[in-house]
């Protein structure tokens, strides 16, 4: 370091202690490197050196000493610090002698704003999710290099992001469940600290700052979390400086969200939330700001920007890749597992792979060959697991611990996301549920590693389900069960949170949707739980059937996560006030059917609703995103073969639905059809079982075997550089 960089650095440190400016000056005729007149009569005087030659800093030291009594005789008193980059070690005595404290620059700026102390502790303490879900401690996991990408798609990496924040930029980064915004936010504050160890970034998780409304009491609480509460007034001023890049992960976390049908109280309770996160970001002056958050909680980068105080033109927004590449897979299993390989039909996500690599290859394998399909799979493993912990444990049966997660993950669906924390005393109160006992000795000792459950990183007992994609799917299994015994207990229950994808199918799985689900659907309707009648409506659209006749059937209130409405005829259907997180629309007829005042946070296929003023009325839409269709194929530079076996493709690997009639794969398509091209391409994926044929009410009935959708969407990238055998037997 430069003497230059030396001296700034003091002062920028000085400044931030004494709260005034720090300046050079002539004390007694003597110059001193810096000077802070906190009153008229108490100054600070620090003396700043990068020489090796001991008897010279010995005699700089000394200077202080008589600039401090020639104050002294003036009635005004002085402390004195002399800080150089040299070893100060031998220099301490000197200085003793002399009422002069000595200091390295690491030393000057741990004792006034705790820089050396808070890293210590910040990597102690878990980042956000980033956390081993058995101890709640730091996720100590080997790190797979992760490219996260912007609107222009391109890639950055933690390296890159760490530049950016150096010179002063904001960055948002966004992504779903699981992809490791956690993990950035704590591997860019480890290569952030690297030779910056007296202004270390601060690293806070907004989860733990609900209803804060200023800056400094988030930052304030957040150095009690870590123990360092006597540095917050210090730290505060030197974020007021701009002097320490900000990390805030969770603006999706830091307060709960209640629903509501009213679209501009939804926005107005997500900015309240943020208020504090706002006033950190306008107090923190020209310093560089990372946050991290789930896509699409709010309705546009518009509302983003205006509810965490941004000004979104200069703001960098990157998008964390929601699943592991094949590269980076191979990567994770290397460095972090024994496993050779995960089932081709696994999610990639992170989390996933991270639950999936606590089990044996002798598990996986036997999992792998006995599953066909990601709903058996999912069952697979959530046996595997639980077999495996009660095998550890046997105070308990696996069946009870099977019901006593599905229970837990039923009971989240009474909370506000974001504040899922389940309590020792719930999870006391399920286990006497299910069992009929209360949990001792070594029961009790289970209760505490749960799987699928960690620690919430606040040090207490509560726990929280750490994997969205499991706790989904654990959740469509308990209502399935729910709706097969007729549990009218939990009519009476205000669910808040939907299912996702997997939950309902799930729920569909389990229970079924015929006339005994759906009466028991209405009888909750009827009372409070109205949210179980979005999940009917949503779950019976993906099965993916041609026509659905829902024979007068409505619901009131709730959310909907997705509504793929592809190649779909809706009869006979009403929905009044339901928030549709993505609604879908591509090939879709309505009959008897209205949405009312519905918000959809994001509408794919079309621009807008303006088409069918007759089906939705007053809706408000967050934000559209018309994405290509299979009419859109025809704009390929591709023969009719090529977009004819493109079209098959996405009609039965990338539109929601179990299966698709005959008719329907050439819907839409009418332009480019080749018959002769689709008949060879149908009978090669049966033939080689990447598709079933079954008959159905018009014509066979095609459903795609999920394992095979990495290497389908392999084809749909590559196109004419494909080399798959199956485009070229096309071709």
Known sequence: ???????????????????????????????????????????????????????????????????????????????????TSGDYTSLRGTGEALDVEVHSLETFASKFIGSSQYIAERLRSPFGSA????????????????????????????????????????????????????????????????????????????RESYGVK???????????????????????????????IILLDGFDEIGSQPWSGDPNRLREVRKKSLEGVRDLISSAGAAGIFLAGREHYFSSDIEMAECLGLNLPDVLLLKSPSEFSSDELAEYLKLNTKLQAVPDWMPR??????????????????????????????????????????????????????????????????????????????????????????????????????????????????????????????????????SLKSEKSIAKKRWLQ??????????????????????????????????????FVAAKIFQGQEAIDFRGFSVFDGRIKELPLVDIEISNLSIVGVEIEKLVIEGANFNSTTFTDCMITVLKGASDLSGFSEVFFAPIVGKSEDTSSVAKISELNLTNKQKTLLAILKKLFFQKGRARQEEALLRGAEKYWDAEAAEKAIQYMVLHKIVTRDPGRQGSLYAPQRKYTRRIEQIMKMQNNSKDDLWLAII
């Not at 009690?224 to 917050?232: F, N, P, R």
Request: hydrophobic share 35%.
């Open 1 to 83: 370091m430069r003497w230059q960089d030396l001296e700034r650095e003091v002062r920028k440190i000085a400044e931030s202690v004494w709260s005034t400016k720090a300046e050079p000056e002539n004390v007694a005729d003597i110059r001193c490197d810096t000077v802070l007149k906190i009153k008229k009569d108490y100054w600070i005087l620090i003396e700043i050196s990068k020489r090796d030659d001991l008897n010279k800093l010995r005699g700089d030291v000394a200077k202080l000493n008589s600039m401090k009594q020639a104050l002294l005789s003036k009635r005004i008193y002085s402390e004195s610090f002399f800080v």
């Open 214 to 244: 200023k800056f400094n009491r988030l930052i304030a609480d957040h150095l009690d979390i870590l123990g360092l509460g006597e540095y917050s007034d210090n730290i505060v001023r030197s974020v007021r400086h701009g002097q320490q």
């Open 131 to 206: 956390v081993d879900p058995d101890t709640g401690n730091v996720d100590e996991k080997y790190y797979t290099p992760i490219r996260y990408l912007d609107d222009s798609g391109r890639e950055y990496t933690v390296s890159d992001i760490t530049e950016k924040l150096k010179h002063g930029t904001k960055i948002v980064l966004m992504g779903e469940f699981g992809s490791g915004k956690s993990r950035c936010i704590m591997e860019v504050f480890r290569s952030l600290i690297v030779n910056n160890s007296q202004f270390p970034p601060l690293a806070i998780n907004l």
């Open 349 to 482: 996500k992170p989390l996933i792979c991270q639950l999936l690599a606590r089990l044996s290859n002798e598990e996986v394998e036997r999992i792998e060959s006995a599953a066909e399909g990601e709903l058996e799979f999912f069952e697979s493993v959530f046996d595997a697991i639980c077999a495996r912990e009660t095998k550890a444990n046997p105070a308990i049966f696996k069946d009870s611990l099977k019901n006593i997660l599905l229970s837990l993950a039923q009971r989240t669906r009474e909370k506000y996301e974001g504040s899922e924390n389940i309590t020792a005393e719930e999870i006391n109160t399920v286990f006497f549920e299910v069992t009929g006992s209360p949990p001792i000795d070594e029961a009790a000792q289970l209760l505490q590693k749960l799987p699928y459950l960690g620690r919430t990183g606040d040090g207490g007992a509560e726990r929280i389900f750490v994997d969205d994609y499991a706790k989904d799917g654990l959740r469509g299994i308990a209502l399935g069960n729910s």
């Open 498 to 535: 939907p299912l996702g994808e997997l939950g309902l199918r799930m729920f569909t799985r389990v229970a079924g949707l015929e006339h005994e689900t759906e009466k028991f659907v209405k009888y909750c309707c009827s009372h409070v739980n109205t949210q179980i009648g979005c999940d």
